[in-house]
């Protein structure tokens, strides 16, 4: 690594270990703070909440990063981000807490995406690879460190979870700030100028949460909502996506798609599979341990996608990431399904689940970057991560709503919830097949 690019990419590695440590770390302390709050039925928002803003920020940043640069979308989404870590760590009730999650996710949203353009515009295709296996260790090591972290840090003052991540993100800015400007001032826009669909953006935007809405809202209006939730994605997503990414034919589509379904799926399971683990009788603290030995397989996985000598194409390991996670997440339903089978169990598949993801996470954002030309990288990159974000915001709808309806009647729901997710997670399975064959440049 030169001199040039050191501090770049620690730069960049701190801001995404920051977003990450907010999307994932701070899962075993939401349980806590929500009882805290009063709001456990409301559960499912405090993670939908942050998904839904990263949303928006993705459909609106990735295209201004096309026409005007990176630097903008960096610097902004950081000011967003650090606005909401504050709300939250004050935040005196549910309501501010899922509305301060909400601004972190605009902030996350607009930061991730910068990330990813600097990534694709500073480095050449050779090293773009391992750049994205560092990336995506950055995003699995708060599932290592993040939940006993957190799950400490409840014990002391749950706000802190929120407020320790201040430093490192401003210590993140000053890296890559002087940086980017470099980077910015040899863009080159793109001729694009097409208006952005804001009803369409909206659209996708508030679809989720009714989609939530439908196993809290009584009788028929629970079926409105989730009608018009699945009606509003149907309309919009052609709206607010490139073309070439809302095709099925082989190429950008399918990699989108299957990095959203499987992407989505795999959250939401983790959020649930944490609830189960305490419901079978574990601490937070425990859960929170139990979920960073299961996370070592994410790590294995992003390692594996950038060595030389796997004799794989990109489209290869994609579809291997995604059958390794099905496997992964069998293993996870059948603890929490049937009683007597060892916690052990879940740990495994979560490990194995969690080396499916460090495959195709990595290996999605590759593809897309070779797919693309320089002026397509942040629409493109963004349409990544925004189907990554609304597969997540979807998913644990979905799965929110199959757990409050559930729970409302008195039934147990991570059953069902899991069924949904594996069915979700075969299908991403099989649309990876349908990406066709996509190589890796000079490697």
Known sequence: MSRRTGGLVVGILLSVFAI?????????????????????AQYAWAFSSFVMGMLLALLVAGRYADRHGPYRPMTVGSALFLAGLGCA????????????????????????????VI?????PPERRPVVMSMLSFCWV??????????AVLVEVNWRLVFASAVPLLLLAGALVVPRLKRIQANFTPSADDLPLPVPAVVAV?????????????????GLVSGGAGLAGLVLAIPRVLPRRVCSLSPGLGPIVLTRALQAGSFFAAEAFLLLGLQ?????????????TVGSVGWSLGSWLQAQRW???RRDQIITAGTATCAVGMIGIAVVLVWSGIPILVAMIGWTIAGMGMGLMSSSTAVATMALSSDQEQGRNSGALQVAESLGNSVMTAVAGAIHAGLLARGLPSLGWVFAMLLVTVFAAVALSLRIGEVRDVAL
């Open 310 to 312: 796997l004799r794989l």
């Open 89 to 116: 760590a004050l935040a005196p009730n549910v309501a501010m807490l899922i509305a301060s999650r909400f601004l972190q996710g605009l902030g996350a949203g607009a930061l991730n995406l910068s990330l990813f």
């Open 279 to 291: 419901q079978l009788g574990l601490t937070s603290l425990e859960a929170g341990v139990a979920l």
């Open 119 to 123: 990534i694709a515009l500073a480095f």
């Open 141 to 150: 090591l708060p599932a290592f460190v993040g939940p006993p972290v957190s």
């Open 20 to 40: 990450a440590f907010q999307m994932v770390g701070v899962t075993a302390a939401l349980p806590r703070v929500m009882r805290d709050l009063g709001g456990e």
């Open 205 to 221: 935007v508030v679809s989720p949460a009714l989609l939530q809405l439908t196993g809290m809202l009584p009788g028929a209006w």
